[in-house]
């Protein structure tokens, strides 16, 4: 196969409140265009087996809209050197607008599907944002922040930093507990200056490979100011879900005409449930009542869905008897 350099624009709009703030890092490539609601990168001569991180942070809209939900829309279009397309797709993400009263937090980026859960798949990169404010009343030397990575439930070989706000010394010890430190950082404190007095450090991980249905991953980060007691963030947790564990379709063996097919799928997390009788979508309820009148071939079809996984099954039957009465 033939290797060749990428063209071509990646695109995120959302709500014009929406500012966005240009991040520095290693491989971040910065915007061509930045305005209300909407950034724009340009693909140019990217060569075959780089990396680049198209990606910029978005200033959160305010307290007032605490646990609201606001689209965010990617468009990514690929061509070859020749302007020839090759890829164009678009997806939307819907975050939900949280807040933390405490300056120092963590969170993932990647919240997950349900508010209970935070369902991801098993090969899906886990990203970590912890930020730290120096709310004191004189600035800060050294800051420490030390995490200790589950290592039943996450890869230590598959972490690396992403981007911090200062210069720092990650290291990675094997029982997992991971340090970032910000020495001589003399962060000043929120008073005199508050810009000045915040800082974050952002990660990613992946999940280990012998992970089963349902597991679930804690992360918990600390936070030390010079020889202050540490300061305990939140803890984040994301749960493992299977799409091999859906089901397909419960219902009897056979029919005759004249019956009524009953069958049923109802389960845990899942979003959407299309039921289909010879192809015509007839139903979106957990379970399918449909009268067999006609002799004849007839397909039952059901596709089940939630925001990770989809799963379908078919039933296909004869039906060339009519039951005694």
């Known amino acids: 196969m033939d290797s060749f350099p990428l063209y071509g624009v990646v695109i995120i709009e959302c709500d014009s409140m929406f500012e966005f703030e240009l991040l520095i890092g290693n491989l971040i490539l910065e915007p061509a265009t930045i305005s209300p609601g909407a950034v724009q ?144 950082i003399m962060m000043p404190d929120s008073t005199s200056e508050e810009p000045g007095s915040k800082g974050y450090v952002v990660f990613r991980i992946r999940p280990r490979d012998d992970l089963q249905h349902m597991d679930v991953i804690h992360n918990t980060a600390y936070i030390f100011f010079d020889a202050n007691p540490a300061i305990v963030t939140d803890t984040t947790w994301q749960t493992i879900m299977d799409c091999n564990t859906l089901t397909g379709i419960a219902s009897e063996n056979s029919f005759c005409v004249g019956d009524v097919a009953y069958c049923g799928s109802e389960q845990p997390f899942i979003d959407n449930y299309s039921w289909s009788f010879d192809s015509e979508l007839i139903s979106n309820d957990t379970s399918l009542a449909q009268s067999l009148t006609v002799p004849g071939l007839f397909n039952i079809d059901l596709v089940v869905s939630n925001q990770l996984c989809e799963f379908s099954d078919q039933l296909e039957y004869w039906l060339i008897h009519y039951r005694k009465k």
Not at 90 to 108: E, I, Q, R
Not at 117 to 144: K, M, S, W, Y
């Open 41 to 184: 990168w340009i693909i140019e001569d990217q060569q075959p087996f780089s990396s680049a991180l198209y990606q910029i942070h978005v200033a959160g809209p305010g307290v007032e809209f605490v646990a609201e939900i606001f689209p965010f829309v990617t468009n990514l279009l690929v061509n070859d050197q020749e302007g020839t397309e090759f890829y164009n797709n678009s997806w939307t993400l819907f975050p939900t607008v949280v807040c933390a009263y405490d300056p120092n937090d963590k969170c993932s980026t990647q919240p997950g599907y349900t508010d209970e859960n935070h369902f991801i798949l098993a090969d899906d990169e886990i990203e970590f944002r912890v930020r730290f404010q120096n709310t004191g009343n004189f600035p800060a030397q050294t800051v420490v922040i030390r995490d200790t990575l589950d290592l039943i439930h996450l890869d230590i070989e598959r972490f690396y930093p992403v981007f911090v706000s200062h210069d720092y010394m990650a290291t990675v010890e094997p029982n997992g507990v991971l340090a970032f430190t910000f020495n001589n």
